[in-house]
């Protein structure tokens, strides 16, 4: 007996599978939001093809934790014992290196000189930087609220942008570094090393080829558990007012005394960052959006609570769910007291994502079972990584290509995570309108985006 719909159910797979195949070679166009997917580079080795006039420059803004050992070090490509940490040749030379600290200045420029036989500077003023015409790029590893105005005048000099994320403290300041990127046509790239994990982009060309048909659900966590708090980072008590710049740190933050405790554990604190929605949930709901081809969020709903850890402002608990206007609902969860997580799952109509490590599984939904075959990928390279991340930077400026964390990718990510801020601070779901770029609650009200010194804690 004949398989129900046998016949037209072989060539939608033959269609699917040449599908599959035609956007393999095109990953790096446009997708239906318009939003660009880049190839994932799975290991780059650049200075094997480039002389060296193709060597760029680079300097970094801000080499505390981040700066420095995710910076700095990769590009020097050195572990604390001296081992290398990647096998990428990135043809790069760190010639400048900015803080408000004396101390982290002076162990950047020790590192940077180690590679280098050209003197090192540094600098407490980022614009001299910036001043500088032998930088071509600039690493940006300061707190949240500097990494606009650094961006936007780093662009403004001339340079392309590699920028921890999340993009912005606050929305607002996020378009004016998106609008700049689109005036200057630099490169961003935002530092979120998921975005180039090997395994979002296999799902990309899946989704996108139709393979799990209309989107459902996507969902993940970054879940956490610490006794002692987290962000509770040891204090350095030689930082001092006369070590550190406390109102060069500051900068669009309302004066305050100086903290030392503020200094170094920032994350817990909303005048300074987001606590999980920008530290964490970034890491999550970047990729997703680049496999979901997602665009702008049209609703965004959040909940936060502060039960365990009361030393801080920012919750140690937080759900954050957002809708699209295709229908797909993405719900990201995050929590620093407990690290049992939502597994990572891509629901679409007809098939369903499954992502484990570098392996990602398509599996049927039962009533399509005789229209969609199960798929395995295994052993999805990279796997999330820094240096190859960088590596995607340094490519996609001497490429001119947008790199895999491209601002459009950046913004969105970004609406989400200020507009689940908003949400949870303010009580309220909030709705997104992307051509006016105005955020209005359920009546339809406009609610003007938070900013700093809309709030008591901002």
Known sequence: MKKRNQASNASRRDFLKQSALGATAVLAGYGATGAQAATPRSAPALGSVLGANDRLTVGFIGVGGQGFNSHVM???NKRRDG???????????GAAACDVYSGRRDRAKEALASITSNEVNTYKDYREVLDRDDIDAVFIGTVDHWHAQIAIDAMDAGKHVYCEKPM???????????????????IFQIGSQYCTEGKWHV?????????????????????????????????????????????????PVSERPFDLDGYHRW??????????????????????????GSDFP???ACLGTRQITPDRDVPDNTQVMAEFANGLVMMVTGATVNEQGLGQVIRGHEATLYFSGNTLEL????????????ETHENIEPRPSIPHHIG??????????????NIDVAIRTQVIISMAEMSERLGMMLHYDAETRKITNGAGQEVEPITYGTLELS
């Open 74 to 76: 990769n590009v020097v």
């Open 83 to 93: 081992s290398p940490r990647h096998e990428i040749n990135y043809n790069v030379e």
């Open 168 to 186: 912005t403290r606050y929305l607002g300041e996020a378009f004016a570094v998106h609008d700049k990127v689109k005036e200057t046509g630099k």
């Open 203 to 251: 799902a990309a060309d899946m989704i996108k080829t139709g393979k799990i048909g209309p989107l459902v659900l996507a969902q993940d966590s970054y879940m956490r558990n610490n006794p002692d708090g987290e962000w509770n980072y040891e204090l350095e008590p030689e930082i001092t007012p006369e070590t550190l710049d406390w109102k060069m740190w500051l900068g």
């Open 267 to 292: 994350r817990k604190y909303y005048p300074y960052c987001a606590g999980i929605l920008g530290d964490l949930l970034a890491h999550r709901i970047h990729p997703l959006m680049i496999a979901t």
């Open 298 to 300: 049209t609703r965004v």
């Open 363 to 374: 599996r049927p939904e039962r009533p399509f079972a005789d229209l969609v075959d199960t």
């Open 392 to 405: 995607d930077f340094f490519d996609s400026i001497r490429d001119n290509t947008a790199p895999n964390g």
